[in-house]
């Protein structure tokens, strides 16, 4: 199953917009009023990558089959939310499923769309979304708490893991997300079955007005200095443009398009590679005369398990793998070539496959 991605935002923000224009298999209804979006819209989204094209134009395979990430269109989240406003249990009960959060931020000005927010300020408005994460997460550490001080005087494993819920509590107390602490793997069992909101990655999205599609305004400025003080990534978009640029099928009005707004590719292309490093992922790929394809694994998968990615059974009777570089294969032009000049790589069970690498695997039935 593909790893997931939350689209999140207060109501209005372009959410539903935004995730019309990077999902191609789902549609979500975009209109101008709050909850618009009340189950939420899941998509599977092709991740570009430009390497399994030029991988194509060296083999001449019969089909190229890119990977994919999940998207998901969440409701629009209200201040209370935590409490049950709006749509709140029903929001924060999908972010819980998800991996990671695409938080797209409205930096644009239009009366005509409507906003009960007051004047547009997107550092409040991301810290609306941030404060309602933080005290469900309070909620669900406190209560913990109380389960396990008792034990913690006796059991010197639990005490540790109190003590770890004591400094995730002061976090949260001081306004700031959980995944920001830099807890250890040993300090994230304590937290481990809580399954905490401000713990999963976040990439922010400044939607902008059409002239600040490429230098961004004083509103993503704004956004970004908040962004870049906890180490996120903030993309500046235009989602309806972006909308607009996925509806056309003719590639030459596309190309047109982006030149007359000075965008040398769609930004979503950008979103979307940006989304698949979040969520800590990297791509190996097969490639043979019946199709390129690419394969998602986390980084830092070894060799067994990435083929396990293609079939169960590749893992359990795993022998060996061939590896080519990606740029050796590109400078090369084929796989024999490759394996001639003493490129092709074979591999056991303890390599940790790299981002690009071209794979054959061998193994038992």
């Known amino acids: 199953m593909p790893l997931r991605a939350g689209i999140v935002g207060l109501p209005n923000v372009g959410k539903s917009t935004l995730f019309n224009a990077v999902s ?14 009340i189950e939420p819209n899941v998509g599977l989204v092709d991740v570009p990558d430009k390497r399994m094209d030029k991988l194509a134009e060296l083999v001449v395979p019969n089909r190229l089959v890119p990977t994919q990430i999940e998207l998901v269109d969440i409701a629009g989240l209200v201040k209370g939310a935590s409490k049950g406003e709006g749509l709140g249990n029903k929001f924060l009960g999908n972010i819980r499923e998800v991996d990671a959060i695409i938080h797209v931020v409205r930096c644009f000005e239009d009366e005509n769309v409507l906003r009960e927010e007051g004047a547009i300020n997107p550092v409040s408005d991301k810290e609306i979304i941030e404060t309602e994460l933080q005290i469900k997460d309070l909620e669900s550490v406190e209560k913990k708490m109380q389960k396990t001080e008792k034990q913690s005087k006796a059991d010197v494993k639990i005490k540790a893991e109190y003590d770890t819920l004591v400094r995730v509590r002061t976090h949260l107390l001081e306004g700031k997300n959980v995944i920001t602490l830099g807890l250890s793997k040993e300090e994230r069992v304590a937290i481990a079955d809580l399954f905490l909101l401000t713990e999963k990655p976040i990439l922010y999205v400044a939607n902008v007005d059409e002239k600040s599609i490429i230098s961004g305004n004083q509103y993503s400025e704004a956004l970004k200095k908040a962004v870049e003080a906890e180490g996120s990534e903030l993309i500046v978009l235009n989602n309806s443009i972006e909308a607009q640029i996925t509806e056309m099928e003719d ?36 490639a043979g005369v019946q199709e390129v394809r690419a394969w998602t694994i986390e980084r830092g998968w070894k060799a067994p398990q990435a083929a396990g990615v293609i079939h169960s059974d590749f893992e359990k009777g795993f022998i060996k793998a061939e590896v080519i570089a990606y740029d050796d294969f590109i400078h090369y032009g084929s796989e024999s070539a490759c394996r001639d000049n003493g490129r092709l790589r074979i591999e056991g069970k303890e390599y940790v496959v790299k981002d690009g690498d071209v794979m054959h695997f061998r193994f038992n039935v």
């Open 251 to 286: 590639l030459d009005d596309k190309q047109m398009f982006l030149d007359e707004y000075g965008l040398s590719e769609p930004g979503l292309n950008r979103l979307i590679q940006s989304t698949y490093k979040l969520l800590n992922l990297v791509t190996y790929f097969t």
């Open 24 to 37: 191609n298999s789902a549609k979500a209804q975009a209109a101008n009023y709050r909850f618009c979006t």
